[in-house]
């Protein structure tokens, strides 16, 4: 495989497209409600501690998903190219 092959390893920027608004209108609300399951289930905690606790959990969603959300609000560098007019 050369270097201007795409990998098969890579998605299309319109599958990737799709994952990340998918992981958002359905992974988002599923993580949030296990999340709060979570913290309601274990003792209260104080206050800096929940503070800490959803500042960490509400950043770690993203580590799993960042490949699908890169690129994504970029134009399609797939599409083909209108000639500039000058």
Do not use: C
Request: aromatic letters at 12%; a positive charge.
């Amino acid at each position: 495989m050369t270097q201007t092959e795409p990998s098969a390893k890579h998605m299309s920027y319109k599958a990737r497209k799709r994952w990340a608004l998918f992981a958002l209108l359905v992974g988002m609300p599923i993580y949030i409600v296990i999340v709060l399951n979570l913290m309601t289930s274990i003792d209260r905690l104080p206050f800096w501690a929940e503070v800490v606790a959803y500042v960490v959990l509400g950043i770690a969603w993203i580590f799993p998903l960042k490949r699908v959300f890169l690129g994504v609000g970029q134009p399609d560098p797939d599409a083909p190219q209108a000639p500039d007019e000058t």
